[in-house]
């Protein structure tokens, strides 16, 4: 499928902040190389990610993400209110998720480090140990080229990938903190906490915030990420969507 590109005469949301709307704020500003585009409809490219948005909820909106999404695939929207059913849709998952930013300053973050345990940077080479872990411990849409929106960082014990954490949606100020997963194996070590220190100390490091989303039935990761220094800033839904096949 070719996917058309036409340029609307709106461009951003009516927002008074850039993590209103934040998926579509990141496909039409700092990731826009990353973004497939109709009218108001925008997704990530689709080995990237499955997260896609609209300007405004609206028939406009609903209709130009169809035009935007193959019948079949599957597309990740965060919503402002709970999922309503839209005709040409399939609901696969419906979730709160609370949108969480990085009150605290960097005196918080933990600056220890484990002996015998070394982070290492992830990249194109890793994709298969990124998978075969974001499979197994589900923190979110995770695709083959999903590394190529942010820093990725990993731990390996006897070469298996065993944590991981990384960057996602960046928007003016801001980037988000994602895929923060251990096996099931190695939780309660520390290991993510680790991970995202050194993940947000670099986010703090370019003058940004960091902020991520959480499932809103995941209490221990909401406990985690307000221990280290964030705050619930606004609740989003999370709706998981497969487009009817006619």
Not at 110 to 133: F, R
Request: hydrophobic residues 40%.
């Amino acid at each position: 499928m070719i996917i058309p590109t036409v340029q609307s005469e709106l461009v951003i949301a009516d927002s008074t902040h850039p993590l209103d709307n934040v998926v579509w704020t990141a496909l039409t500003t700092r990731q826009a190389c990353l973004a497939q585009s109709y009218d108001q409809a925008r997704r990530f490219l689709h080995e990237v990610s499955t997260i896609a948005a609209f300007l405004e909820p609206n028939d406009r909106g609903w209709d130009s993400l169809t035009r935007l999404v193959d019948p079949g695939q599957v597309v990740t929207l965060a919503l402002r209110e709970p999922y309503q059913p839209r005709p040409g849709w399939k609901l696969l998952l419906a979730i709160p998720m609370p949108q969480m930013v990085f009150q605290a300053g960097a005196s918080q973050l933990w600056q220890g480090s484990m002996p015998d345990v070394h982070i290492t940077e992830l990249g194109a080479k890793d994709v298969p140990d990124m998978l075969e872990l974001t499979a197994l411990t589900k923190p979110g849409p995770f695709g083959r080229r999903t590394h190529e929106l942010g820093r990725y960082i990993g731990i390996r014990h006897n070469g298996k990938l065993i944590a991981m954490a990384g960057e996602r949606m960046k928007v003016p100020g801001y980037t988000e903190v994602s895929a923060v997963c251990t096996h099931p194996d190695y939780t309660g070590r520390g290991y993510a906490r680790m991970l995202m220190d050194d993940v947000m100390q670099r986010i703090l490091d370019r003058g940004e915030t960091p902020f991520l989303h959480v499932r809103g039935d995941n209490v221990h990761a909401i406990a985690l990420y307000e221990g280290i220094g964030f705050v619930r800033r606004v609740l989003s839904h999370l709706a998981v969507l497969k487009r009817a096949i006619p």
